[in-house]
């Protein structure tokens, strides 16, 4: 049993060496000085304007999950599109009623004003 993981292991042991070897050879032969020019934040090369307290608004978070989750829900159809003469006309009327409850929840997410920027 052992004997089929050895590889695995060995790679992954392999992998936690060389990682932390070059973290400890940076830390060991990297520069130490702080420059504070360096450590400005600056966004697409300009200077940033936004102040370190800066938080963002829970509109942010909301309309960056929902996008997250409509965008999984429909990177599911694509297994279902690439094989659906396999599946048959039953794939095709489960991923009809999927499409519709993703719309219905979209419709909802809409109406509920989570998609407005505040």
Known sequence: ??????????????????????????????PKRQIEHKADP???????????????????YLIAMLFILFDIEVLFLYPVAVQLRAFGSFALVETIVFIALLFVAFVYVWRRGALEWR
Not at 42 to 59: D, W
């Open 1 to 30: 049993m052992l004997r089929s993981y050895l590889p695995a292991i060995v790679f992954l042991l392999l992998g936690a060496g060389v990682g932390a070897a070059f973290t400890t050879l940076n830390s060991v032969l990297g």
């Open 42 to 60: 600056y966004e697409c090369g300009l200077p940033s304007e936004i102040k370190q307290g800066f938080r963002f608004g829970i509109s942010f």
